[in-house]
């Protein structure tokens, strides 16, 4: 798990322990050891390298397949929704501080 979880979801890993097998208890016990933060930057990988694969395309349909393909990968699309905002955020304000101030006529 433990090569496989940073590049999954919990709703991923939680599956595929389930189907080889390990009780309920294991599964609940392996995930609450993983913790929200690893979750967190594990999606934060996963998304830089969804993000990057999908650049020539237009931005609703980036968005939608980096959404689509990190659900697949067991992460929540309402997370990912809210990570892709942030991070279209944080590269606006990028690319708004590498042209300057504006200035006004």
Request: charged share 40%; net charge positive; glycine share 6%.
């Amino acid at each position: 798990m433990r090569t496989r979880g940073e590049r999954y979801g919990a709703r991923r890993l939680e599956r595929e322990l389930s189907t080889r097998g390990f009780s309920r208890e294991t599964v609940e016990t392996a995930l609450a050891e993983r913790g929200p933060e690893r979750e967190e930057i594990a999606l934060s990988k996963s998304l830089d390298r969804a993000w990057k694969s999908n650049a020539r395309l237009p931005s609703r349909v980036r968005r939608r397949r980096v959404i689509d393909s990190l659900a697949r990968r067991g992460f929540s699309p309402a997370k990912v929704s809210e990570m892709i905002d942030r991070f279209e955020k944080k590269l606006q304000n990028a690319n708004d501080n590498q042209r300057g101030p504006r200035t006004v006529s």
